[in-house]
């Protein structure tokens, strides 16, 4: 069964990722474009401690010597979210901003980083609750009643087979059968 939830009555503590990939502010250019490359990002959060500082953008880090500490090309100027902000509330704070961010971090309230939220995920409209479990099945010998069963779920991080991350699961659909497309 699966149950769909319209994204924008729901708040950040909904979405909220708590494995956030942070790079302090004193690492190099070239240590956070490796880090971006390996994780197939576009942007990390700058941590001075256990508080965001700033964000660091691919697209500025092209640009810079590989020896410049991050936070001398890093964005000061970043949405933090609470997690008791309501999805259309920062929709609507993101709109009047030039945000390319992939991850945006969400703080409590001594403003302390205890988790992030995907970009795609505020977006998106609707997006599967997180009991949404599909059968997948796939191949020539596959079950057609019983296949395997794999939950899917927003936030997940997904890894190859040699255990290198590939990304994150932004968003499922559900094609109009109700299957995962």
Known sequence: MYHMENITSASISDLITPD???????????TARR??????????IVVD????????QWRTLAQQ???APVSAVMHTEFPVLRPD???????????????DFDHLPVVDGSGTLIGEVPRGAINKREVAATDVTEAIVSGPDAETSAGP???????????GS??????????????????IS
Not at 20 to 30: Q, Y
Not at 35 to 44: F, G, I, V
Not at 49 to 56: I, L, S
């Open 162 to 179: 040699a255990g290198k991350k590939l990304g994150t699961v932004e968003e499922v659909d559900l094609n109009s059968e109700g299957h």
């Open 20 to 30: 956030v990939d942070t790079i302090a502010s004193n690492e190099t250019v070239t």
């Open 85 to 99: 902000m309501t999805v259309e509330e920062v929709r609507g704070h993101l709109a009047t901003m030039d945000v």
């Open 65 to 67: 010597d590989g020896s």
């Open 49 to 56: 401690g256990a508080r965001p500082v700033g964000v660091v």
């Open 149 to 159: 069963a794999y939950h899917i779920q927003q936030g997940m991080k997904v890894t």
């Open 35 to 44: 880090r971006m490359e390996s994780q197939t990002s576009r942007s990390l």
